[in-house]
């Protein structure tokens, strides 16, 4: 029987602490393919634990496709080619890499680990509940294309308030993720412009990019953010002006308007504003976005609730400039918001009742001293690190001077069961733009306090 | 010195609205570029505020770039121009022309009105809530990219079941609409390739085409639906087999496997399915799929649920075939499935426990005897016309025999307030593709037997 020890101090589930040592053993091949699992009431009784935590473990399980139900059977762990389709998904795609190698190390410090313990969900719920008795049948209506409009409104009272932005809910699309919302703002641009991304930068970018079939180039960062000397052959930019990623360079304000002169240069030229970790600036306020500087209307600002939120809730939106969505309602408006309206009206509410707000500064305070611990524990400690990019955002650069290089630095650490991304990894196009030496880069998000002092004393002992 | 009043009553901390002074004062010139500011302690002094808030202020400026600090020196105004950005033109909505229209007549016999009086509610909106109580925070956790497993298992039951297909759940994946699914789908079977679509035939096609930037090219219909003949240059079809938009044709098993006899023929062609409306065949047993016969895997299978169930649950879900189901894994992967798994839980739930087979059947039920009432109630006036596509789906073509044109029988309509439209707009390429005359496209879904009644009535004198 499957024999497995709780960690009750943890804030995991217990559900899915169990959900996540199952699907461990099955990777690892230690529970074998067609082998019948335990029913749910007689591992609860072995473990001693409730009947529904092992069926909220099993739920996971089969709704990731691990384990199959048969009526009246029981519960048996699926056949080995669908688990290697996931095995293809390691090889061909980093984040998918993540989610599943993830599990095999025992601290994470990619970025793509997040905390949602913090998510208040029983206020969510409560507001999902309200939504369903007070909205009725209107959740069966469709939604208008760019959003529900109470969403649009309270979103357009988080930019005034928030991020200094100044724009009517007329102008903003609701969609479901970024990805969504790029393959609708190219084609309004227009497929034959030659759009340009950060180089270090999001990988994700540059592959919807590719996606889409557009030209695409690489531009290079300084100290002070993009440069923009490099921008001449380029119709479109994507930047993250408050909170570059991986760099955490947080653009001044001088390059914002050497980079909205630029845009003002032609007709043709637009500033796309990824606003991504906006929320997240730990000293003094949040810087306001490029966005609000934009006199002549050439900035698409867009953003994000997944990562703010939750990642199964796959709101975004963007602020499209009076050119841009006046086409849009021409050429796109017979489309149809992705988004449910059911979620729509219930973060609308979340907003208004100011949940968004104050579930921000509880995530602010949590990051913030999860940040602290890290940057303390290291600097307690015999590794000699120097730290960038740790005012804001999520992440932060930490450059080792143990003459180890980046490599050795990301292998040594596996060695001792954590899992971090040198910088190097972030660079598209690695001949074009140089890499500082030897960092790696730190997302403290997804780690409890004690989880990263255990893992500072195993990374003094990796990089000595 | 900078003399500044603050507000004691306001909500915003001293150290902003100091900030925002200071700010204002840059941008409007009045502290001049280059200019040097006081120290903090004398700030501080002269205002009778704490240091902690001049530093607040400072280091907010500091982040942005307005003021830089020059060691044992002080902080300096930087070169910049910046303007206020206050009152931006807000643009007024103009809302979908179609939307506002209907709303002006009584009887809207287009196909877009739909019947969502017959969706269970009170069942979905209690599954609604166990999924919240069941699922609770694995509701927060992102959807794999192809969509939930236990939703995509439920589909390849329903396909087996209802439309004579096998397919793996593997499969599957699940998207926010055919738009979103049709730009996923795109660049997997390559852009450069030459699409083909139904004329006539829904005029979203088109656009989504259009949209996605690929080379398309009309296919004509005879009275047995496509005609291969005039796909010799096309390389993927997209077609509607079980029943065709507008013309109601559900196309024979001879012309299916000439159909698949053409997609055979070479590697890079394929057809996709569009089974849309497939549910609603009020004659006879429902006709399987032309992906049921398909043996060589060319079929793209497309569907939604957003017209079976209801217009504001984007759930749509494609079959791939093997060759492109790699392909997406491949290259598609990082991407998150659009719709939140809390709508994916739900619709398994609701499929599992046969509400969506028993709906199915209760809409069959209010749509055929509508169906029947608008059929009666015309046999019975004094309007000589003749149906054809009243089999199946929710739309029929009525030709009217009083000698006026379509133009003339629509704008007649009009007039005494009933909306329809004529045959001939969902013809994209008109000069291509005769249009038969006097015909009128009738979607009766939307309205109330005693409705259709009342304007049969109308029509009568209408069109006298």
């Known amino acids: 029987m499957i024999t497995f020890i709780f960690d009750n101090k943890s804030a995991i589930p217990m559900y899915e602490q169990l959900y996540r040592f199952i699907k461990g053993e099955i990777s690892s091949g230690s529970i074998k393919s ?81 905390s949602a313990e913090s998510f208040p969900f029983s206020l969510w719920a409560k507001l999902m509940r309200e939504t369903l008795s007070e909205k009725e049948r209107m959740l069966l209506l469709s939604s208008p294309a760019q959003g529900v409009y109470e969403l649009r409104k309270e979103i357009s009272e988080y930019l005034m308030n928030y991020r200094g932005v100044s724009v009517s809910p007329d102008s903003i ?67 993250t002006p408050s909170h570059h990623f991986p760099l955490g360079v947080v653009m001044p304000v001088q390059r914002r308007m050497k980079l909205l002169a630029w845009a003002n240069k032609s007709d043709s030229r637009y500033v796309i504003e990824d606003d991504y970790d906006s929320e997240f600036r730990f000293t003094g306020k949040p810087i306001p976005a490029l966005k609000s500087l934009d006199e002549h209307d050439k900035v698409i600002y867009l953003n994000t609730f997944t990562r703010s939120l ?5 709101i975004s939106y963007m602020v499209l400039p ?42 602010k305070n949590i990051c913030k001293s999860k940040r602290d611990a890290f940057v303390n524990e290291i600097t307690k400690s015999s590794i000699n690190a120097t730290f960038s990019g740790v005012n804001d955002g ?28 040198g910088l190097s ?33 195993l990374l003094e002992k990796a990089w000595k």
């Open 34 to 114: 067609g082998e019948k699992l335990p029913s749910k009431r007689k591992l609860a009784e072995h473990l001693n634990i409730s009947i529904v935590t092992v069926e909220g473990a099993y739920n996971q399980l089969l709704a990731e496709g691990y384990i199959r139900s048969e009526p009246r059977s029981g519960y048996f762990v699926s056949p080995v080619e669908i688990r290697h389709n996931d095995n293809k998904n390691i090889v061909s795609t980093k984040s998918a890499e993540n989610r599943v190698i993830s599990n095999f190390y025992k601290y994470n410090f990619t970025t793509s680990s997040a």
């Open 173 to 239: 699309v609701v969609g479901a993720g970024s990805e969504y919302l790029m393959s609708i703002m190219i084609p309004l641009i227009g497929r034959d412009k030659v759009f340009g991304y950060e180089d270090p930068g999001y990988p994700r970018i540059h592959k919807v990019l590719e996606r889409n079939d557009v030209k695409c180039k690489s531009v290079g960062l300084d100290e002070h953010g993009l440069i923009c000397e490099e921008l001449d052959d380029i119709d479109v930019i994507h930047v």
């Open 310 to 314: 939750a990642p199964s809730l796959r």
């Open 322 to 363: 009076d050119s841009l969505i006046n086409k849009y309602r021409n050429e796109t408006n017979y489309f149809s918001c992705p988004v449910p309206t059911f979620e729509q009206f219930t973060l609308a509410s979340f907003m208004r009742k100011g949940g968004f707000e104050r579930h921000i500064g509880r995530m």
């Open 394 to 421: 999520l992440h932060m650069l930490m450059q080792v001077n143990n003459s180890m290089t980046e490599k050795e630095l990301v292998k040594a650490a596996a060695s001792v069961n954590i899992l971090m991304r």
């Open 425 to 457: 990894e972030y660079y598209i196009e690695p001949h074009a733009h140089k890499c500082p030496e030897s960092t790696v880069v730190i997302g403290y998000a997804g780690l409890e306090e004690q989880e990263i002092h255990d893992a500072v004393k």
